[in-house]
């Protein structure tokens, strides 16, 4: 057996290392150059747009901006520099076809780049879920591009075939297999392999998330640097393939045949206060403006976005039906400003934390986000506040990290700080994994009394997660139903999450920042 094992592992066959490496390199190099142009055209002809970076800002954001290329390089040809390099005799015809391949990927990123290039103007950021939209009017495109880009088209065109042309020649010449210890080709596979798994991922640390947009705005806040870091190829993977799709059903879409103009009026009427104007009422007609700004005072306010609440359980919602499981949630819709009209912005925690933070709903047929790393300028609420000295906190009942809140919450929505699951104190004996309401909604209830003391108003946002399935039990108080039906278990978190809000409000009351606070 040993002396097959030793065979084998001695055994050569016909291979050219030398000049697998030298073509994936050729290749891999002229891609990060070719990126690195693209970032430099930005810089030049788009100069405006970088006005606000200095120097220094722009040549980090170059350096920086190399991870993130060296990630969709290894995306796009990858695959086939890890085929190149499989263990086996291969022929000129198989390295040909590995090249030419390389090549039409080499295409695809060059018009990925070129098609942002001419876009950005536009927007003012990078292509995102933008391509998959344009598949809907691809005619019209494909005939614009060709009237006004034909150039740019044409030049990449001669560049491709340019490269596989060379490429051939080179093969033809300089391909030259030669016997080879089996050990050193299954070696240098592996390393390939897991080179291009490294640059895809980003990191060398498996344990961490592989790249993503985020990562450009834990480097920099300034949106102006994140456009510099990012490129055209990261981007639209990311959206297109990683984050989003589209929904081309019509099922959901409500359609409304009433007059644009008569719609507005009455929109108007609806919103206008006393004190209010219309200011540019031609171009955006809904925007108000207060007439006279009076000093008001500065409220404390504490969102709380109730993880899969439904009217269906709740009395004071439901007609009164009995369930019992909310008389805390009940006794705020009684004494505060209820809403009994209310629209889903979709089936995911994600849609409601992107509609209630950043005020973006999800619009049937578009591409579906699952995070806040889009690239649009985003007013952010916490940043309003910030500016106004208060306090800003995000904390959520599920881990720090999950929906990739812990960085997003500070880096990319500017909250102060930002608190998760593992950071609250465990107040209760649990009888299993849980959400734990009771205990994240206590800890926002310390940091409120603590910058109340100070005299500093605060705007605190959580979300919520005991009444996400699976619906573990939480402690035997809370087990008002018998535990038979999944109905059971979402009625028993219920009470505990109601219980959890009771205890907020008890501390602020006790605390002595209730009356000053706002509660949503």
């Not at 819709?333 to 005020?359: D, Q």
Request: hydrophobic share 45%.
């Amino acid at each position: 057996m040993i002396g097959k094992l030793k065979k084998i592992y001695l055994a050569e066959f016909l291979q050219d290392i030398k000049f697998e490496v030298r073509i994936s390199l050729i290749y891999f190099v002229s891609m990060i150059l070719l990126f690195s142009l693209f970032r430099l055209l930005f810089c030049i002809v788009y100069a405006d747009a970088f006005a606000g970076l200095s120097f220094w800002d722009k040549a980090i954001s170059f350096v920086y901006g190399l991870r993130f290329d060296v990630s969709s390089i290894s995306m796009f040809l990858g695959c086939f520099i890890i085929i190149l390099f499989l263990p086996f005799f291969k022929k000129q015809s198989f390295i040909k076809i590995c090249v030419a391949m390389m090549c039409v990927s080499m295409l695809i990123m060059m018009l990925a780049l070129s098609t942002d290039f001419f876009y950005f103007p536009e927007v003012k950021r990078h292509m995102t879920e933008d391509i998959l939209l344009a598949f809907r009017d691809k005619d019209f495109i494909i005939k614009y591009a060709l009237r006004y880009y034909w150039w740019a088209l044409s030049l990449i065109f001669i560049l491709t075939g340019f490269a596989l042309i060379k490429s051939f020649k080179s093969i033809n010449k300089h391909y030259n297999p030669k016997p080879t210890k089996l050990y050193k080709s299954v070696g240098v596979f592996i390393t390939v392999v897991l080179m291009i798994v490294l640059g895809i991922r980003g990191t060398f640390n498996f344990h961490e998330m592989p790249l993503s947009v985020v990562n450009a705005f834990l480097f920099s806040k300034k949106s102006n640097d994140v456009q510099l870091i990012l490129n055209a190829v990261f981007t639209q993977v990311h959206f297109c393939f990683l984050k989003g799709k589209i929904d081309d059903d019509k099922k959901g879409v409500i359609s409304n045949n009433y007059f644009v103009e008569r719609a507005f009026k009455n929109a108007q009427q609806f919103l206008l206060s006393d004190n209010e104007a219309f200011p540019q009422e031609d171009k955006y007609p809904l925007m108000r403006q207060i007439k006279t700004v009076k000093k008001r005072p500065n409220y404390n306010i504490i969102v709380i976005l109730l993880e899969s609440w439904t009217p269906k359980y709740i009395d004071s919602f439901n007609g009164n039906k009995g369930y019992d499981v909310t008389p805390n949630f009940d006794n705020i819709a009684r004494n505060g400003v209820k809403f009994i009209n209310a629209y889903s912005v979709g089936p995911r925690t994600h849609f409601g934390l992107i509609a209630s933070l950043v005020g973006m709903q999800i619009v049937p047929g578009t591409a579906y986000y699952y995070g806040f790393d889009m690239m649009n300028k985003l007013t952010k609420m916490a940043s309003a506040f910030n500016k106004r000295g208060y306090f800003t906190m995000y904390a959520q009942s599920y881990n720090k990290d999950s929906i990739k809140m812990g960085d997003m919450a500070t880096k990319v929505l500017n909250f102060s700080e930002c608190y998760g699951k593992e950071n609250f104190p465990c107040l209760m004996d649990y009888q299993s994994e849980n959400m734990y309401d009771y205990d994240m909604l206590d800890f926002i209830s310390k940091k409120a009394e603590e910058h109340h003391k100070k005299g500093q108003p605060f705007f605190i946002y959580s979300l919520t997660g005991a009444t996400h399935i699976p619906f573990n039990p939480t402690t035997d108080k809370f087990e008002k139903y018998p535990r038979t039906s999944a109905e059971n278990k979402y009625l028993n978190s219920l009470y505990y999450a109601d219980y959890s809000i009771w205890h907020l409000m008890d501390m602020a009351k006790k605390e002595g920042w209730f009356d000053d606070t706002i509660f949503i």
